[in-house]
């Protein structure tokens, strides 16, 4: 028995697997097997896994197209370690990732997920100089219905015993547990998430290193920042189903938090009008987001104004902005 699953889904990413599986294969902690999830792929993807074929730690297993979610699932159903570390096929992992997070959970045994911070780089690789870093301690539910301290899903490692609290029967697949929902094909990482701090007393804690690499990807993003929002609220129906005082609490103040979220992604993306539509359904949503964050939110919202009405005069407020903080990373939360 190993001592890690490392678990990869596989669908068009033949463009980045071959350093994906490179950055695992030179982890400094070698106790581990590497479960490749073929999700019916449509490039070259499996081919370039097959180049490794050599290293028996190495499997791939073959499966009709389900998803992320899906593919995730059918890795941990196959699985043999006591801990799983899950991998996007486009993200990287520095070489002591493993090594940092089994020391972590070894001494942890109350914690169940740990996870880290993330360096984000482009479609090339290369470092931005940008970080999501979110809360490591004493995560509770309000937090990640306020946002994913998780930040995505290349930076957990998970404990078996964890996923094992958590499963439910496929309604899709006779006699197969589930651990992700497969009607999600979005937002299943902080459904799964808030899963487990609503049903289970395992901890969350992350280690304070950026020790995932996150491939940020704009392309085709802005005409999906609306779907992100409509899968949060699949989230909301779905926790509605099993704690409706839960989602009563927490839903409107969550709409609010995802929209300010995505009003920031939209401004990256110079879409101003989205920018602002987004930052006024936060508002709407609960006002609660204006008191308890006012500074943030009012700037989200005179950002995306400037924007969307006078782009000239945000680009020269966002420079000078720049050159005033005299820093030459700019670390982010998960909301930027």
């Known amino acids: 028995m190993v001592k890690v699953s490392v678990v990869i889904p596989i669908y068009g990413v033949e463009r980045y697997i071959h350093q994906t599986l490179t950055s695992v294969l030179n982890q ?3 106790d581990f097997e590497v479960i490749l999830v073929d999700d019916e792929s449509p490039d070259r993807s499996i081919e370039i896994c097959q180049m490794f074929d050599e290293d028996p730690r190495l499997q791939i297993i073959h499966q009709k197209n389900r998803g992320l979610a899906g593919a995730r699932n059918s890795g941990i159903r196959q699985a043999e370690g006591e801990y ?8 990287l992992w520095e070489p002591e990732k493993l090594a940092r997070h089994i020391a972590h959970l070894d001494a942890n045994p109350e914690v169940g997920l740990s996870f880290s911070p993330s360096a984000l780089i482009d479609a090339e690789g290369r470092a931005n100089g940008s970080y999501l870093s979110p809360k490591l301690t004493d995560i ?7 946002q994913n301290p998780v930040g995505n899903g290349s930076a ?11 499963a439910f029967p496929s309604s899709h697949h006779r006699g197969e547990l589930c651990f992700f929902d497969e009607d999600f094909r979005r937002s299943e990482d902080i459904e799964c998430w808030i899963r487990i701090c609503a049903q289970t ?8 290193a950026p020790l995932t690499r996150y491939r940020v990807n704009d392309q085709g ?3 999906n920042l609306l779907k992100q929002l409509g899968s949060w609220h699949q989230v909301l129906e779905k926790i509605r189903s099993y704690n409706p005082q839960l989602a009563q609490q927490w839903g409107g103040l969550s ?4 929209s300010r979220m995505l009003a920031r992604q939209a401004m990256r993306l110079r879409d101003g009008k989205q920018a602002l539509k987004l930052s006024k359904r936060a508002l709407q949503s609960d006002w609660r987001i204006l008191r308890d964050e006012p500074l943030k939110t009012l700037r989200v919202l005179l950002g995306a104004a400037l924007l969307r009405f006078l782009p000239g005069l945000y680009g020269r407020v966002e420079a000078i902005a720049l050159q005033l903080t005299h820093r030459p990373q700019q670390h982010l939360s998960h909301e930027s």
């Open 28 to 30: 400094t902690f070698e």
């Open 84 to 91: 799983i570390a899950l991998l996007d096929g486009d993200d």
């Open 140 to 146: 509770e539910l309000a937090d990640l219905f306020r």
């Open 156 to 166: 957990p490692v998970l404990r078996r015993s964890m996923l094992a609290d958590i």
């Open 201 to 208: 007393q395992w901890r969350m804690e992350g280690i304070p």
């Open 221 to 223: 993003l802005s005409a």
């Open 255 to 258: 709409v609010a938090y995802r």
